[in-house]
């Protein structure tokens, strides 16, 4: 006869762990303490949401609403946080909206509506914290006369950085409304920190509106014309300038108002023959680091020359300078030399550590520029509508250990170059990469240590159109920047065909 089967178990007994093994559990997070919480919530918010691959906004204003929404604690956090409702950039305006076009396999972007009552809802919750405000003129939400405007106007005394952008510097400027400044009150901007005018001109009296704002530090402006003297800003306060404008003796003037900064961006005009000024009495500024000045070329007067004697730079830390060469015509023809002016700027600045040069000097004058510069780790050089390289080049930065002579650039670790065209034998490229490139068990083989730092970041980037086509790179060579791409150097190699 068949025996009964045991009947099966449908559930397996519970698992007995003695009280003192038993793991200790995490805490809920409405247990953690108040100010850990907020963090925690502010850190949520400012993460930037992705969908579909497509970033859409810095993180969304709204998501601090529908936070509030989660439990009453969440609620009471965000309500007494006012930090959180500041966070964002007034006036706060929705994603983009991605809708599919018959015309297009991508999705369209169009811009939302600003939300009125949103914006007045995160002005009064951010109570008394310092807000940032951006308000672009060709937006019909940022009408001078609108609701919202004047909502933000009369929290002026909280701004912290405002930006006043126009973008259609095609449309003739007279057409630009400037009393939105006007009527900021003077006196009020105790909390400003950070100012941005982008627009086509700007009267003395509009800028003036700022002359007041003990806190500022970090001042763009760009513009095209129309500033009959310089404005009343508090110039020697500023630790950071960006100033694009047309005369490069109102950029120098302003300069010599800013003995404190750390940081600054020029771009101007190419000097005529009769407005260069006298620059004998240099003037130090003692605290910059960052120097970058661009000038567009348009006839044969100087460019970087009265900037560059001018101003001395002791602890400067990182150099560009860039010719924009667009309306230059016959390159050679447009462009003065900058080594008599650059070789004695440099001599007294020698702990530059990044240099970029963008279409101002010419390769074979370089070994009298980079052995001034000992402490070099990043250099990108650019030759855009200029002769390119020859075998020189490669040869100067060639690393010879039985060389008595100090190597060029000895601590150099970053190399990018640009447009510098295929006059050379890629071999002298390779053997100028290998001697700077070695793995750690070679390095531990060398009966003494190279001179030279281990190069990490190497481009060579011909981005040019030629007629006839510049040759490419062999199928060794290639083969030779694989193995070293697979050894840990970062390298990218690119001829435009």
């Not at 204003?61 to 969440?74: F, N």
């Not at 095609?170 to 630009?176: A, I, L, Q």
């Not at 086509?200 to 513009?223: G, H, M, N, Q, Y």
Request: aromatic share 10%; with cysteine; proline share 10%.
């Amino acid at each position: 006869m068949n025996q009964p089967q045991p009947a099966i178990p449908t559930s397996q007994p519970p698992l007995r762990v003695p009280p003192q093994e038993m793991p200790e559990p995490w805490p809920h997070i409405n247990g953690l303490p108040y100010e850990l919480l907020t963090r925690i919530l502010r850190t949520v918010l400012l993460v930037p949401p992705y969908k579909s691959g497509v970033e859409d906004g810095l993180g969304r204003p709204v998501e601090v609403v529908i936070m509030s929404w989660v439990c009453t604690l969440w609620r009471q956090v965000i309500l007494n946080t006012p930090q959180l409702w500041a966070e964002w950039e007034f006036p706060i305006t929705p994603p983009w909206k991605w809708t599919d076009s018959f015309y297009s396999l991508a999705p369209v972007a169009t811009k939302m509506p600003v939300n009125i009552p949103m914006n007045n809802l995160f002005l009064e919750r951010s109570a008394h914290v310092p807000i940032s405000v951006a308000l672009q003129y060709d937006q019909p939400h940022n009408n001078p006369n609108s609701p919202l405007v004047s909502s933000l106007l009369r929290n002026a005394q909280r701004w912290k950085s405002f930006t006043f952008s126009y973008d259609s510097f095609e449309t003739d400027s007279t057409g630009v409304d400037y009393s939105l400044l006007s009527r900021i009150p003077v006196g009020v901007m105790e909390n400003l920190e950070r100012l941005c005018l982008v627009c086509p001109k700007l009267s003395a009296d509009v800028a003036d509106t700022f002359r007041r704002a003990p806190c500022l530090r970090d001042v763009t402006i760009e513009l095209v014309t129309g500033l009959s003297h310089i404005p009343s800003i508090p110039w020697n306060q500023l630790t950071r300038l960006d100033f694009r404008y047309q005369s490069g003796g109102v950029c120098l003037d302003i300069l010599a108002q800013c003995p404190n900064l750390v940081s600054v961006m020029i771009c101007a005009d190419q000097w005529s023959s009769v407005s260069v000024p006298d620059v004998s009495t240099p003037m130090t500024l003692d605290q910059l680091e960052k120097l970058r000045i661009v000038i567009r070329i348009c006839s044969t007067g100087e460019h970087f020359g009265p900037f560059l004697r001018r101003f001395e730079c002791p602890i400067l830390k990182s150099l560009e300078l860039a010719l924009s060469l667009e309306n230059a015509g016959d390159t050679e023809g447009y462009i003065p030399e900058v080594e008599p002016d650059l070789v004695p700027f440099l001599m007294q600045s020698s702990n530059i550590e990044e240099l970029e040069l963008s279409a101002c000097v010419f390769s074979h004058n370089l070994s009298d520029i980079l052995p001034l510069i000992p402490h070099l780790k990043e250099f990108e050089y650019s030759l855009t509508g200029m002769e390119g390289v020859n075998d020189e080049f490669f040869e100067a930065l060639r690393y010879t250990p039985e060389s008595e002579s100090p190597p060029l650039a000895p601590k150099l670790q970053v190399l990018h170059i640009r447009d510098a065209g295929r006059d050379f034998d890629e071999q002298n490229l390779v053997k100028m990469i290998r001697s700077r490139w070695w793995l750690d068990d070679e390095l531990e083989g060398m009966s003494s240590p190279p001179r030279v730092a281990r190069l990490k970041d190497f481009s060579f980037v011909n981005n040019n159109h030629m007629d006839p086509p510049e040759p490419n790179f062999s199928d060794e060579f290639r083969q030779e920047m694989k193995t070293l791409w697979s050894q840990g150097l970062k390298l990218s190699i690119y001829v435009r065909p």
